[in-house]
């Protein structure tokens, strides 16, 4: 790379830092000339990006409809979360007034479900589902979805490892008049053939992009395989970095850093970014704080993260968004400031849900719950650090359901039952997920189905249909010779459902489930 033309580059730099080593020969990527980067985000804000034509593909029945009113209203001010619930109102309610909610609009919601993690509050691979979800259900209502909508189609299911729909619906760009060689289009076809594993075909989508966006098509190489979790694949991009004498950029160097993160290879992180700023020269920026910090918590020097949490407040030029107080919680959390992380909680909730990570690292640090008198004493703790109980007790119940603590999502649930509170029958789901996290560790789940057939909910099926979906993903997990049970059941008390549409959706739930996506990372 141009700014260390010395030897030894970039691969050998990781690899002596407890990389693995390269093997094979190395395919040529385009070094290209340097260009404005450009790197492309779905926004419906930035539709003028796209051909001209894009913009007049929208359906447009007529909108008379109250709901549906309010639901373009929520998108259009960026109220996320209730323009989301909304739409799965609708959805139950009156589907058929789907069919007239705008292409523009559909595109809106997809990336809003998609992209806001701290608004909507699911973890990463929940929203890939999710968008999914909206976008054949806009099908369904045969609205033909705008060139970006069919651009993060693309994106989306390359994530989901679906690659017979991302060329389809590539297909579809060329069959719509779109420009297939546009930079977006480029972009997530060659991050789905790397997550796929067909590096051949990803290179020359990464040759056709590096052609006019030479900077956007490096990163995209470095993004895939870092979301990918391919230490060869990333080993084998910076070799080719090197062999460009291609400059290496902080966004680059972020993505490659989020690889050896998810591979728990911190050593190669720490080795990178010291060689970025100090034989370099290049000054840390936000990303790179971050993906220093994160590395720290995971090594439980949660003081060393705190230091560098309070560089980036000293700084001038940085400013610390919800994802550095995420991290600061954790660290707080696991030297046991409870002070300090209901403080921090407090600050979060303002504006955000709880990041998965964050809720797992709270709940750890208020350990189990085995009884009603742990209750007490939390609800006591958490009054006097004025933190909400209803908004507390619902991230916590979130965490022990990822610790796969069986006995304290019962507890807290026995709560919400004894006090009356107002809350969805859905949160009896909570134990049957739990029980799928303690059979991930190796624990039994027996005691699920039991729990399933004497839970206490409504006749209705949309009452129950989340504990049924659950069900179905653990039995089809843990013991799919017994699936068959579970769905006669399900027949005898709801014979209206469609049953196969269960058996799908919780297959979809399984596929996702195996994403390495961390769910610290924004989606990009």
Known sequence: MKCMKHKPGLADIVQSNGAALMTGPLTRLYAGSNSRKRLFTMSSSRESSFTQSSLHDTHTVPVTNNLLNQLIQLLSTNNDQQAYQLFLQIQRSSPSLLSCLPSTDYNTLINSVFYSKSRIGHSNPSRLSQSVQIYNIMLSHNIQPIFSTLCLAINIYGRLNQIDKVESTYLDIRTKGYNTCHPSALRYMCQAYILSGNSPIAMMYFELLGRTHPNMAFKTLAHAYALKGDELGIISFLDHMDMAEYPLTSAILVSICKGYHQLRKYEAVFAL??????????????????????????????????????????????????????????????????????????????????????????????????????????????????????????????????????????????????HNYDFSPSVYAQIVWAYIALGKRGGCIDGAWEYVKHMPLGNTWEDERMVWHGMVVCRLMFSPEKVDEVINVLKLKFPHVDTSDVIDLAHVRIDRGRSRFNDRWDAE
């Open 273 to 418: 970014i010291n060689h970025f700023t100090l034989k370099c020269g290049k000054p840390m920026d936000f990303n790179l704080y971050r993906i220093m910090i994160q590395c720290r918590n995971d090594l439980k020097e949660y003081q060393t993260a705190l230091d560098l949490i309070q560089e980036m407040r000293e700084s001038t030029h940085i400013r610390l968004d919800t994802s550095i107080l995420h991290e600061e919680l954790v660290a707080f959390a696991g030297l046991r400031n409870t002070l300090k992380v209901w403080s921090i909680y407090r600050t979060i909730i303002l504006d955000s849900h709880l990041f998965v990570h964050a809720r797992v690292c709270l709940t750890r640090m208020v350990g189990s719950l085995h009884s009603q008198s742990a209750i007490f004493n939390l609800k006591k703790q958490l009054t006097a650090n004025q933190v909400g109980l209803n908004r507390a007790f619902y991230d916590l119940l979130r965490g022990y359901t990822e610790l796969g603590d069986v006995t304290s999502v019962k507890q807290i649930i026995y709560y919400f039952v004894d």
